[in-house]
């Protein structure tokens, strides 16, 4: 079966920047939707980003602007640039992957393949 492994988490200070990536292993890369989810202390695990086989993203509103998700199929990687980012953006960041998906948001729901997580502090 397929497993994600998130690699390029940790600590900045505010206003800097992150890369995080995620390689699939195992199957072919075949999930139609690959996302970025995070969780911060003592709130619930929301989606970041997201980005189908076609290329088409979204994001969520609070990181508009800011992060870029991307992908290299043949590669079997994803990745999440983030810039300028802020103490509230501290979490850990998980990769997640589903064959569908529903429209209107990113939910957690939707994605039976996770990662384990990678922590990004920012610093104010």
């Known amino acids: 079966h397929v497993q994600l492994v998130e690699s390029g988490g940790g600590s900045v200070q505010a206003g800097g920047s992150l890369r995080l990536s995620c390689l699939a292993s195992?199957?072919?890369?075949?999930?139609?939707?690959m996302a970025w989810f995070r969780r911060a202390p003592g709130n619930a695990r929301e989606g970041v980003a997201i980005i189908g086989s076609s290329g088409s993203t979204g994001y969520a509103d609070s990181v508009k602007g800011r992060f870029t998700i991307s992908q290299n199929i043949a590669q079997s990687t994803l990745h999440l640039q983030m810039n300028r980012l802020q103490p509230e953006d501290t979490a850990i960041y998980y990769c997640a992957a589903a064959t569908w998906c529903r429209d209107g948001g990113i939910w957690e729901s939707d994605f039976g393949i996770w990662g384990q997580g990678s922590q990004v502090t920012v610093s104010s």
């Open positions: 195992g199957p072919p890369y075949t999930h139609k939707y």
